[in-house]
Structure formats: C-alpha cells, structure tokens
C-alpha cells in the first residue's frame, strides 16, 4: 500500500500500518509506536564491493529492474534526507552532485555528508574524531582529507585509511534516499540544505 505517496509497511504480529519514512505505526494497536532507525546505504552492487570486497550476497528472487545512476537521471527530483534533534533535514542529489562533501553544523550536531558520483551512494558521519571536529574535503569518488591532519578517508565507509588518523572510524548516523517530494510532504517544515551551508566555505 501506499500512503502520501510512500510505502506503508505491516508487521505479521499485530498487522500494524507502518510509515517507512517515518518509522511509526499508523494504525493498529502500536499506534505510535516508533521504530530504531539504524544506518543503511543505498547504492550500486559495483560500489559496495568495491567498499566492502568480501561481503557475501542473500540471492533473492527480482521483483524489478537493475539499480543504476540512470535512476538519479534529475536529480532535482531526489534527496538525501536525515533526522537530528528532532529535525527534518535534506539535500538535493543535485547538491551533492556539485559538493560531494557537505561540511554541517546542525541541530548542535556537527556531521559531514558525503556523496559517490560513481556508485550515487550516499552517507553522513559524525564530524568529531577523538573528541575533536573535523572538516572534509573530497579528494576522489570516494575518498575525503580532513583539513585539519590531512589524513585520507573513505567517504563511503569514514574509515581513516592513511595519515594520522589511520584506523580511525567515523559515527555512521542514520540517512536515506527519497524523492523530494514525498519527503517534503512527510516534513514540510524540513530545512534543505546546500552547497553554500558548508561550514569548510562559510568559515563556521
């Protein structure tokens, strides 16, 4: 089913009526009831396994059509979108387009969002690495420098992997792909942010 144009999940146990945006029950008897939001991505088979070499893959039956950058054909069409302190934020996948990393201070939240032109994957980490904020900057399709160590980071994993902080692991912070207008509809007092809200640009 769907509702405001956006998938309608049920559980087995109560049947339930879930917003998949949202993560609440809508109807049933877990009306109000909010699911644990955790980190996922989104992106291309060729991305992942080029982050991730030796995962392995559940085989499930198709029930649609290869996921490709031809997806993201407008990109105005689509956001990267999060919740902090309560907060709807997003970010047009035209933005990321032109800043695959967008330096944020946020909700009292400092946080970094990244973007694989190649793979359209996107993620956003914690900013602080050992008690310290850092600010980003892309160095490839996958790969950002902090200005602050100069240390190499994956921007799809936020492992440090050479420099000062090697080893060193960003906080993944939930996120998700979504068309802009069905998160708006969901979060119409949401803030979209932009390239020119950088905090390694703006100098905040």
């Given at each position: 089913?769907?509702?405001?144009?956006?998938l309608?999940?049920?559980?087995?146990?109560?049947?339930?009526?879930?917003?998949?945006?949202?993560?609440?029950?809508?109807?049933?008897?877990?009306?109000g009831?909010?699911?644990?939001?955790?980190?996922?991505?989104?992106?291309?088979?060729?991305?992942?396994?080029?982050?991730?070499?030796?995962?392995?893959?559940?085989?499930?039956?198709?029930?649609?059509?290869?996921?490709?950058?031809?997806?993201?054909?407008?990109?105005?069409?689509?956001?990267?979108?999060?919740?902090?302190g309560?907060?709807?934020?997003?970010?047009?996948?035209?933005?990321?387009?032109?800043?695959?990393?967008?330096?944020?201070?946020?909700?009292?939240?400092?946080?970094?969002?990244?973007?694989?032109?190649?793979?359209?994957?996107?993620?956003i980490?914690?900013?602080?690495?050992?008690d310290?904020?850092?600010?980003?900057?892309?160095?490839?399709?996958?790969?950002?420098?902090?200005v602050?160590?100069?240390?190499?980071?994956s921007?799809?994993?936020?492992?440090?992997?050479?420099?000062?902080?090697?080893?060193?692991?960003?906080?993944?912070?939930?996120?998700?792909?979504?068309?802009?207008?069905?998160?708006?509809?969901?979060?119409?007092?949401?803030?979209?942010?932009?390239?020119?809200?950088?905090a390694?640009?703006?100098?905040?």
């Open positions: 089913m769907l509702w405001n144009r956006s309608v999940m049920m559980d087995s146990e109560t049947e339930s009526l879930w917003s998949h945006l949202l993560g609440r029950a809508m109807r049933g008897s877990l009306l009831t909010e699911l644990e939001i955790v980190p996922g991505e989104m992106m291309t088979w060729e991305g992942w396994l080029a982050a991730h070499p030796d995962t392995t893959v559940l085989r499930m039956s198709r029930t649609a059509g290869n996921y490709g950058l031809d997806f993201y054909s407008d990109p105005d069409r689509f956001v990267y979108a999060w919740m902090l309560g907060r709807a934020f997003s970010t047009t996948i035209r933005s990321l387009l032109e800043s695959p990393t967008l330096n944020l201070d946020l909700a009292g939240t400092s946080v970094v969002v990244t973007f694989n032109p190649e793979s359209s994957g996107a993620a980490f914690s900013r602080v690495v050992r310290t904020e850092h600010h980003f900057l892309a160095t490839a399709p996958d790969r950002m420098r902090d602050e160590t100069g240390t190499t980071w921007s799809v994993t936020g492992v440090a992997l050479s420099g000062e902080l090697a080893g060193s692991t960003l906080t993944h912070l939930p996120g998700l792909m979504s068309y802009r207008a069905a998160w708006q509809l969901f979060h119409p007092d949401g803030r979209v942010l932009r390239p020119s809200d950088d390694v640009e703006t100098g905040r």
